[in-house]
């Protein structure tokens, strides 16, 4: 039996919380769309792209309105292009970036992903001539996104694709240079990289998984910052409330929210005979103020995110949303863990711009969390070489701690440390993340080969 | 309740619905049931509440096809009890009896919170009959000058869409200043049970 305040509760968290479903991803296999040519393959990829999603965004709606929740974005990911376009050239590759464009307007989708290749342990010629196409197929696109997995634990690190990511990240930049580099903020580099996830830029359908299905990335951090806040009033005297209470609030607080998120998604796909496959727990922000991760970190105690203990309140945050969510849903997978992208939450952005978050309390903070450096607006003049150490660091933790990682890093042309960008809606605004020790890290990087993959045992 | 389970029907039974009124005291139930019990009755289902001090159930239950509201009747009147019993029987028609009352697809939870004052539950209900909406159940709180109440509504007859019908309760919610709002009922089953269905 429902009592009244339960219901109450729920009504709270829905309609004054702000309580949404952050993305419903549906993901295409597109392997089997190879054709004889570039023509006729970009042919087969529209048309199995529209046959799946035709009635996608129209059926997100309709669930939305049904149950009253928004559903923010309808995305789609598709079988990494690398594998579907094998033997391709650079030019074949822009044209299917192109196709891809097409058929996410045509079926009315917010963006696309799996403009990728996977890569961590070699590169085919048809790797490196997709490699190639990324600056140009997505400076000429607007909603694909691309990433590329660079490492993982089993394979290693290979190091020649990561000298390669530290020109391709500069390149994306400056061909978007009028759009303050908007290009580097669709690529993204992974070690581990789930092919569930549902969020972008790093969505994909990996080779492991049926035709199409359905996955469904919740969000929450507003949700839980009120729900903190709730708890901390009730208790005004000091003492009255320690931490192990205010981990299970988040836990309860999580499980509901996941209940709707996989709710949402579950009756999308029934409606569309779609698989339903894995609600991805991660607390993703966005810049709406009162949607932020970062404001957790203020409510559970530090008055400056980046401060010690930062990472302690990141690694059970986590760890309590895992908790709520893994419970609450029949199929977990994706990334599940909290967000830090710095540019899409405000209260991140600010910590930059105030100097209390560094790059490399922000590294340390990856450590406990996923996904890595997401959405770090770098100075313009960061070389290639120091943006591929950036991101070695970045790969180095998920590979030892088996782990996802990944960077998205932005070095915004022409702005330096203190300057400030902004691409607007939910890719958000950010000062300029001062980096240091800039061009000191070219010797390691020109090393190219292979960093092995790591022991897995004496775990220390 | 407001989260109703399909309660279990003998088709070959003859079914009837009990409904008891008095005030409250300990032993109300164990008095009811024993005069159903005494007459080979089956409790399938029993709802009760309390308020202002009395007592009001209503019970759902299978008899022998011999037995007859006037038997029933008269075993309840036998109960020797300090407080005097309103009851009122209805026996159920074997077709209805075949329909399972479990919740249909389009069941809504609507919420209503404001000051409190005359004319609230009418209002709602009102604004419910208007637009052919049954309600299943509802549940009243009054804390600190308050109103509360919560709703299980059938939306299945409904003769406007969920969009117009959203939209007529925001007018109604503006012009009562009452805070109204509805969602499907699956929300809350989901947030609040851990069974998923």
């Known amino acids: 039996m429902l009592r009244s305040d339960q219901i109450l509760a729920t009504v709270e968290m829905i309609q004054k919380e702000n309580l949404d479903v952050r993305t419903v991803t549906m993901g295409i296999n597109l392997l089997d769309c190879r054709g004889g040519d570039i023509e006729e393959t970009c042919q087969k990829i529209h048309t199995r792209i529209v046959d799946y999603a035709g009635e996608f965004v129209a059926t997100c709606d309709s669930m939305s309105k049904k149950y009253g929740i928004p559903v923010v974005n309808k995305r789609i990911a598709v079988t990494p292009i690398a594998f579907v376009g094998a033997g391709f050239f650079r030019d074949d590759f822009v044209r299917i970036a192109q196709t891809l464009d097409q058929a996410a307007t045509d079926v009315g989708v917010d963006i696309l992903g799996g403009y990728s290749a996977q890569v961590e342990k070699g590169m085919t010629n048809t790797d490196l001539e997709f490699i190639a196409s990324i600056p140009e197929a997505l400076a000429q696109t607007e909603k694909v996104c691309s990433s590329i997995n660079i490492g993982t634990t089993q394979k290693g690190i290979n190091m020649d694709a990561l000298a390669m990511m530290g020109h391709t990240i500069k390149e994306l930049a400056e061909r978007t240079a009028d759009q303050g580099g908007f290009g580097a903020a669709k690529f993204v580099v992974f070690c581990n990289q789930p092919g569930d996830n549902p969020f972008m830029a790093g969505a994909i359908h990996g080779v492991e998984e049926a035709d199409a299905v359905l996955n469904v990335g919740v969000s929450g951090p507003g949700v839980i910052a009120r729900a903190l806040e709730r708890l901390i009033q009730k208790h005004p005297e000091p003492g009255s409330l320690q931490l192990d209470e205010l981990a299970e609030e988040i836990k309860q607080t999580t499980f509901r929210v996941t209940r709707c998120g996989e709710l949402i998604g579950r009756a999308v796909s029934r409606s569309l005979g779609i698989e339903f496959g894995v609600v991805d727990l991660s607390l993703a922000p966005t810049p709406t103020i009162g949607d932020s991760v970062g404001e957790i970190f203020k409510i559970l105690g530090v008055d400056a995110i980046g401060a010690p203990g930062s990472t302690a309140i990141l690694a059970m945050l986590n760890d309590a949303v895992k908790k709520g969510g893994i419970f609450a849903s029949k199929t977990v997978g994706g990334l599940s863990g909290a967000f830090i992208p710095v540019m899409e939450d405000a209260m991140l952005a600010e910590a930059v711009g105030d100097g209390t978050l560094c790059l490399e309390k922000l590294e340390a903070m990856t450590c406990v969390c996923s996904v890595g450096l997401d959405m770090v607006a770098i100075p313009g003049s960061v070389d290639a070489d120091t943006i591929a150490a950036i991101i070695a660091d970045e790969m180095a933790l998920g590979m030892i701690n088996s782990k996802t990682t990944a960077a998205r890093l932005i070095p915004v042309p022409g702005k330096e440390a203190g300057d400030s960008v902004s691409f607007g809606g939910l890719f958000g605004a950010s000062p300029i993340m001062p980096i240091r020790n800039i061009g000191k890290s070219s010797r390691f990087i020109a090393w190219g080969g292979r960093m092995p993959a790591p022991i897995h045992s004496f775990k220390n | ?197």
Do not use: W
Request: hydrophobic share 35%; with cysteine; proline share 4%.
């Open chain 2, 1 to 197: 309740m407001l989260i109703q389970s399909p309660s279990g029907v003998k088709s070959m039974r003859k079914q009837m619905i009990i409904s008891v009124m008095s005030k409250d005291r300990p032993g109300i139930i164990a008095d009811i049931t024993g005069a159903i019990y005494q007459l080979g009755g089956d409790v399938a289902d029993l709802n009760q509440t309390v308020l202002c001090g009395y007592l009001t159930m209503i019970l759902s239950v299978s008899f022998t096809p011999e037995v007859t509201k006037e038997d029933l009747l008269a075993s309840i009147s036998h109960i020797k009890t300090s407080s005097r019993f309103e009851v009122s029987i209805k026996e159920l028609d074997p077709k209805q009896q075949d329909k399972v009352p479990g919740p249909p697809e389009e069941t809504y939870i609507l919420t209503v919170q404001g000051p409190n004052k005359t004319g609230i539950v009418h209002g709602v209900s009102l604004f419910c009959y208007n637009h052919n909406i049954n309600i299943f159940d509802l549940a009243t709180t009054l804390r600190n000058d308050q109103y509360t109440m919560a709703l299980q509504l059938d939306l299945k007859h409904c003769n406007t869409s969920l969009a117009t019908l959203q939209q007529e309760l925001e007018d109604y919610s503006k012009q009562s200043g009452l805070t109204i709002l509805m969602q499907h009922n699956d929300i809350f089953q989901v947030t609040n049970e851990v069974t998923l269905h």
